[in-house]
C-alpha cells in the first residue's frame, strides 16, 4: 500500500482547531473530563518561542498540573489493559514508561505523542513544552511530519480522557466500536510518514539547512527553485555536503516602516540581472513578471510556496510582524537580510510589549542571512547588529558623515550613505568598504518617489542599493539602473501612489500609526506646495481588529494636515476571526468622527466631518463634492487594509472611473 503523502503546508489551515463539537470516533464520551479543546499550527520556520521549524500544538485541560503524575501512571495501567486487547499497543507501551512524569518539563499530551513518534522510529527532533499550573499548554515540535502530529495527538488525548473518565467513574468508558475505530487510527500511522531510511536522510537535511519537503509515495523534493531535485527513496545525494548548489539567492526585507518601498526598489534594481525572481509584497506575489496572488502575500505561507517553485533563479520576500508570529522564518538560509527600523508600531498586540520586543521578533528576519543591512540611525537596529558578527554586517545612514561612514567601514563589511550639496540636498550614494569609498552613485535624474525623492524614501532607496551591491547577484550599469527607478500605481499601489485627474489628485496610502502617517504628511504637504492644492479631503477606514487607541491616533495625525473627513465602514471587518468584540457594525466611523469632532473643538476649527455606511457611499459622495468644490483638490483615501484585494481594486477602479468622467 502506497504510504499517505504528508499535507503541504498550502493545503492546511494556520490552526486548524479540534474542540469537543468534532471529536475524532474514539474520542466521543469523556472528552470534557480532560482535554477539552486542542489545536495544531502550521510552522514555516523558527519563531521567537521556538529555535526550528516545526508545528505548534495548544491545549486546554481540565486537570490540574500537580495530578498530571498521578493521572499519567493511571494512564499506563489503563493502556496496559488495552494492550490485551490489542497486542501491537506493546511498543507505545514500552516507549511511554520511560517517561518521567516529575520532570519539569512534562506534558501528558506531548509525552503520548513523542512515544508514538519513538516507537516509529522517527529521528528525534526536538520539542519545548510551555505549561500553565491550571493545565493550559502550550508545546512546539519540529516534527515534520504534520499527520503523525495530528494522528497521534487525537490517539493520546482519546487516551488521557478515557483514563481520567475511569478514574472518576470508575470503570474505562469505552465501547468496543470505539475501541476498534481507536486501534484502526493508531495501525494506520505509519503509513502517514516515510520509511525509517527515508525519515534519516529527511533529518540529515534538516541538520544541513536544506529546504525539504516530502512529496508521499517514497519521493522528496530537495533545495529551492531551479537547483531543486527529487530524489526516491534515500539515495546517496552529494549536494548534501554542499548545500550551497541546493540553495537560490534570497533577500528579505523586514522592519516597522518602508518595507514594500524597500522590496520594490531592491526588486527592480535585481529583475536587471535577467534572472527569474520570485517576489512577495504587501500587496501580491510574483513569479518572474507574472502576478500568480492578490493582496497581502509577505507570510511564510507565500515565500514557502514560491521556493518550490522549479523556475525560480533567485527570490525576494518582504517579511512582518504577523507572519514571524504565525508561521516563523520560512527559510533556513538567505543571502541579504534588511531591517530597516524598529518602530512603535503594532506595540501591545500578541504579546509584543516594547521595541526590544518588536526588533527580537523582526529579528528572525535576519536570523539565516549571511549579510545584514541595518540602519545606523535606529536604536534597535544597533542592538541587534551588536549580536552578529561584524564582517556580516553592513550599516546606511542617510544622515552620517564621511568620517563615520569610513570607519564603518573598516569595522563592518560595509557601509552606504549620501553625499550632500551646500543645501543638504542629495547629490549621490556612496558606498563604503574596507575605509574607503566603492563607488559614488549619482542621483541626478532619480525621483522613484512619483517624482518626490523625499527623505524617507532616500532611506528606502539606500538600504535598497546597499541590499542589492552586497548581494550575490552582480548588477551591471549602475549609472541607469538608478534613473529607471519607478514607484508608482503600477507597482507600488498604496503607499502614496498618486492618480492625477484634471484639477484633482487622487492618493491613495496605507499608513495608519503617527510614525508612518508622518511620513505621509511630508508627501501631501509637498505634493500640496507643488501643486496650489487648494482643498485637501481625506476618506478613512479602519478594521475592526484594531485597537481603538489606534484609530485616535490615526485620527489624531491626519487632523494635522487635511481639511476634511470622510470617515467609510467596512462592513466585513467586523465578521473577521481577528475583530475585538468592543466592536459592533458601525461603531468605527462614529469612533473616528467623535475624535475629529473633539479635535475640532479643541483647536477652534470647524473641518468638516461625514460618516459613510461603505466605499460604495463613499465613491457618491465624492463624485458630488469634487464637482461642488471645483479648483485644485487633493483627495486622500487612506485604507490601511492591503490585504482586502476588492476594495482596494473598486478604490483604483473609481479612480480610473473619475478619470474618465473628468474627460467627458
Given at each position: 500500500?502506497?504510504?499517505k503523502?504528508?499535507?503541504?503546508?498550502?493545503?492546511?489551515?494556520?490552526?486548524?482547531k479540534?474542540?469537543?463539537?468534532?471529536?475524532?470516533?474514539?474520542?466521543?464520551?469523556?472528552?470534557?473530563?480532560?482535554?477539552?479543546?486542542?489545536?495544531?499550527?502550521?510552522?514555516?520556520?523558527?519563531?521567537?518561542?521556538?529555535?526550528?521549524?516545526?508545528?505548534?500544538?495548544?491545549?486546554e485541560?481540565?486537570?490540574?498540573?500537580?495530578?498530571?503524575?498521578?493521572?499519567?501512571?493511571?494512564?499506563?495501567?489503563?493502556?496496559?489493559?488495552?494492550?490485551?486487547s490489542?497486542?501491537?499497543?506493546?511498543?507505545?507501551?514500552?516507549?511511554?514508561?520511560?517517561?518521567?512524569?516529575?520532570?519539569?518539563?512534562?506534558?501528558?499530551?506531548?509525552?503520548?505523542?513523542r512515544?508514538?513518534?519513538?516507537?516509529?522510529?522517527?529521528?528525534?527532533?526536538?520539542?519545548?513544552?510551555?505549561?500553565?499550573?491550571?493545565?493550559?499548554?502550550?508545546?512546539?515540535?519540529?516534527?515534520?511530519?504534520?499527520?503523525?502530529?495530528?494522528?497521534?495527538?487525537?490517539?493520546?488525548?482519546?487516551?488521557?480522557?478515557?483514563?481520567?473518565?475511569a478514574?472518576?467513574?470508575?470503570?474505562?468508558?469505552v465501547?468496543?466500536e470505539?475501541?476498534?475505530?481507536?486501534?484502526?487510527?493508531?495501525?494506520?500511522?505509519?503509513?502517514?510518514?516515510?520509511?525509517?531510511?527515508?525519515?534519516?536522510?529527511?533529518?540529515?537535511?534538516?541538520?544541513?539547512?536544506?529546504?525539504?519537503?516530502?512529496?508521499?509515495?517514497?519521493?522528496?523534493?530537495?533545495?529551492?527553485?531551479?537547483?531543486?531535485?527529487?530524489?526516491?527513496?534515500?539515495?546517496?545525494?552529494?549536494q548534501i555536503?554542499?548545500?550551497?548548489?541546493?540553495?537560490?539567492?534570497?533577500?528579505?526585507?523586514?522592519?516597522?516602516?518602508?518595507?514594500?518601498?524597500?522590496?520594490?526598489?531592491?526588486?527592480?534594481?535585481l529583475?536587471?540581472?535577467?534572472?527569474?525572481?520570485?517576489?512577495?509584497?504587501?500587496?501580491?506575489?510574483?513569479?518572474?513578471?507574472?502576478?500568480?496572488t492578490k493582496?497581502?502575500?509577505?507570510g511564510?505561507?507565500?515565500?514557502?510556496?514560491?521556493?518550490?517553485d522549479?523556475?525560480?533563479?533567485?527570490?525576494?520576500?518582504?517579511?512582518?510582524?504577523?507572519?514571524?508570529?504565525k508561521?516563523?522564518?520560512?527559510?533556513?538560509?538567505?543571502?541579504?537580510?534588511?531591517?530597516?527600523?524598529?518602530?512603535?508600531?503594532?506595540?501591545?498586540?500578541?504579546?509584543?510589549?516594547?521595541?526590544?520586543d518588536?526588533?527580537?521578533?523582526?529579528?528572525?528576519?535576519?536570523?539565516?542571512?549571511?549579510?545584514?543591512?541595518?540602519?545606523?540611525?535606529?536604536?534597535?537596529?544597533?542592538?541587534?547588529?551588536?549580536?552578529?558578527?561584524?564582517?556580516?554586517?553592513?550599516?546606511?545612514?542617510?544622515?552620517?558623515?564621511?568620517?563615520?561612514?569610513?570607519?564603518?567601514?573598516?569595522?563592518?563589511?560595509?557601509?552606504?550613505?549620501?553625499?550632500?550639496?551646500?543645501?543638504?540636498?542629495?547629490?549621490?550614494?556612496?558606498?563604503?568598504?574596507?575605509?574607503?569609498?566603492?563607488?559614488?552613485?549619482?542621483?541626478?535624474?532619480?525621483a522613484?518617489?512619483?517624482?518626490?525623492?523625499?527623505?524617507?524614501?532616500?532611506?528606502?532607496?539606500?538600504?535598497?542599493?546597499?541590499?542589492?551591491?552586497?548581494g550575490?547577484?552582480?548588477?551591471?550599469?549602475?549609472?541607469?539602473?538608478?534613473?529607471?527607478?519607478?514607484?508608482?500605481?503600477?507597482?507600488h499601489?498604496?503607499?502614496?501612489?498618486?492618480?492625477?485627474?484634471?484639477?484633482?489628485?487622487?492618493?491613495?496610502?496605507?499608513?495608519?500609526?503617527?510614525?508612518?502617517?508622518?511620513?505621509?504628511?511630508?508627501?501631501?504637504?509637498?505634493?500640496?506646495?507643488?501643486?496650489?492644492?487648494?482643498?485637501?479631503?481625506?476618506?478613512?477606514?479602519?478594521?475592526?481588529?484594531?485597537?481603538?487607541?489606534?484609530?485616535?491616533?490615526?485620527?489624531?495625525?491626519?487632523?494635522?494636515?487635511?481639511?476634511?473627513?470622510?470617515?467609510?465602514?467596512?462592513?466585513?471587518?467586523?465578521?473577521?476571526?481577528?475583530?475585538?468584540?468592543?466592536?459592533?457594525?458601525?461603531?468605527?466611523?462614529?469612533?473616528?468622527?467623535?475624535?475629529?469632532?473633539?479635535?475640532?473643538?479643541?483647536?477652534?476649527?470647524?473641518?468638516?466631518?461625514?460618516?459613510?455606511?461603505?466605499?460604495?457611499?463613499?465613491?457618491?459622495?465624492?463624485?458630488k463634492?469634487?464637482?461642488?468644490?471645483?479648483?485644485?483638490?487633493?483627495?486622500?483615501?487612506?485604507?490601511?487594509?492591503?490585504?482586502?484585494?476588492?476594495?482596494?481594486?473598486?478604490?483604483?477602479?473609481?479612480?480610473?472611473?473619475?478619470?474618465?468622467?473628468?474627460?467627458?
Open positions: 500500500m502506497p504510504k503523502p504528508q499535507l503541504r503546508p498550502n493545503d492546511r489551515t494556520d490552526d486548524r479540534h474542540g469537543d463539537s468534532q471529536p475524532p470516533p474514539a474520542a466521543q464520551g469523556p472528552a470534557a473530563f480532560g482535554y477539552r479543546d486542542w489545536t495544531i499550527s502550521q510552522r514555516f520556520g523558527p519563531t521567537s518561542a521556538f529555535a526550528w521549524s516545526g508545528y505548534r500544538v495548544k491545549a485541560c481540565a486537570v490540574p498540573a500537580e495530578q498530571w503524575p498521578a493521572w499519567w501512571n493511571a494512564a499506563l495501567r489503563v493502556l496496559t489493559r488495552m494492550q490485551a490489542h497486542a501491537p499497543l506493546g511498543g507505545w507501551l514500552e516507549q511511554l514508561r520511560a517517561s518521567d512524569p516529575e520532570r519539569e518539563d512534562f506534558e501528558p499530551l506531548a509525552a503520548g505523542w512515544g508514538l513518534a519513538d516507537m516509529l522510529g522517527v529521528p528525534d527532533y526536538p520539542m519545548q513544552a510551555r505549561i500553565r499550573t491550571d493545565g493550559a499548554s502550550a508545546w512546539f515540535t519540529a516534527s515534520p511530519y504534520g499527520d503523525l502530529l495530528e494522528l497521534g495527538v487525537r490517539l493520546t488525548r482519546a487516551w488521557l480522557n478515557w483514563t481520567l473518565a478514574r472518576q467513574l470508575g470503570q474505562l468508558p465501547k468496543a470505539q475501541f476498534r475505530s481507536w486501534c484502526g487510527v493508531f495501525d494506520s500511522l505509519a503509513q502517514a510518514i516515510p520509511d525509517s531510511e527515508v525519515m534519516q536522510l529527511h533529518h540529515r537535511l534538516w541538520g544541513k539547512g536544506v529546504t525539504w519537503q516530502w512529496l508521499g509515495e517514497n519521493r522528496t523534493r530537495i533545495g529551492e527553485g531551479i537547483r531543486q531535485v527529487t530524489v526516491e527513496g534515500a539515495p546517496d545525494i552529494p555536503d554542499d548545500p550551497e548548489s541546493l540553495h537560490i539567492p534570497i533577500y528579505t526585507v523586514t522592519g516597522s516602516v518602508g518595507k514594500t518601498t524597500t522590496v520594490r526598489l531592491l526588486h527592480q534594481l529583475q536587471s540581472t535577467g534572472k527569474c525572481l520570485a517576489l512577495t509584497a504587501s500587496d501580491g506575489a510574483w513569479i518572474g513578471t507574472d502576478q500568480i493582496g497581502d502575500a509577505i511564510g505561507a507565500g515565500a514557502h510556496a514560491l521556493l518550490q522549479p523556475q525560480i533563479e533567485a527570490a525576494l520576500f518582504e517579511q512582518g510582524r504577523g507572519g514571524f508570529l508561521q516563523g522564518m520560512p527559510y533556513a538560509h538567505s543571502d541579504v537580510g534588511v531591517m530597516l527600523n524598529i518602530q512603535a508600531v503594532h506595540l501591545h498586540v500578541d504579546g509584543i510589549e516594547t521595541l526590544e518588536m526588533a527580537d521578533l523582526k529579528a528572525l528576519g535576519l536570523l539565516p542571512a549571511r549579510v545584514a543591512v541595518l540602519n545606523r540611525e535606529d536604536t534597535q537596529c544597533r542592538r541587534i547588529g551588536d549580536q552578529r558578527a561584524p564582517d556580516s554586517c553592513v550599516w546606511f545612514s542617510v544622515n552620517a558623515g564621511s568620517q563615520d561612514l569610513r570607519a564603518l567601514s573598516e569595522q563592518f563589511l560595509g557601509a552606504a550613505g549620501i553625499q550632500r550639496g551646500e543645501m543638504g540636498e542629495p547629490q549621490s550614494l556612496v558606498i563604503w568598504r574596507d575605509g574607503r569609498p566603492e563607488r559614488h552613485l549619482s542621483l541626478d535624474g532619480v522613484p518617489y512619483h517624482g518626490l525623492l523625499g527623505e524617507k524614501t532616500l532611506e528606502e532607496l539606500l538600504a535598497a542599493v546597499a541590499a542589492a551591491w552586497f550575490p547577484l552582480p548588477i551591471e550599469d549602475w549609472d541607469a539602473r538608478l534613473p529607471a527607478l519607478r514607484l508608482d500605481s503600477e507597482n499601489l498604496f503607499r502614496t501612489s498618486i492618480h492625477r485627474q484634471g484639477d484633482v489628485i487622487f492618493v491613495l496610502d496605507k499608513a495608519a500609526e503617527d510614525s508612518s502617517l508622518s511620513v505621509l504628511q511630508d508627501a501631501i504637504e509637498e505634493i500640496a506646495r507643488r501643486e496650489g492644492i487648494g482643498r485637501r479631503i481625506v476618506a478613512m477606514c479602519r478594521a475592526a481588529g484594531e485597537h481603538p487607541d489606534r484609530h485616535y491616533e490615526s485620527a489624531r495625525s491626519l487632523f494635522r494636515f487635511m481639511d476634511e473627513f470622510v470617515c467609510f465602514d467596512r462592513p466585513d471587518t467586523y465578521t473577521t476571526n481577528w475583530a475585538l468584540p468592543i466592536y459592533e457594525p458601525g461603531s468605527i466611523p462614529l469612533l473616528l468622527r467623535d475624535e475629529l469632532q473633539r479635535l475640532n473643538a479643541e483647536a477652534g476649527t470647524n473641518k468638516p466631518v461625514t460618516v459613510l455606511p461603505d466605499w460604495a457611499a463613499t465613491e457618491e459622495f465624492l463624485r463634492r469634487i464637482a461642488e468644490l471645483g479648483g485644485k483638490t487633493l483627495v486622500l483615501i487612506n485604507q490601511p487594509s492591503t490585504g482586502v484585494y476588492g476594495l482596494n481594486e473598486s478604490i483604483v477602479d473609481f479612480v480610473a472611473g473619475q478619470s474618465a468622467a473628468d474627460e467627458r
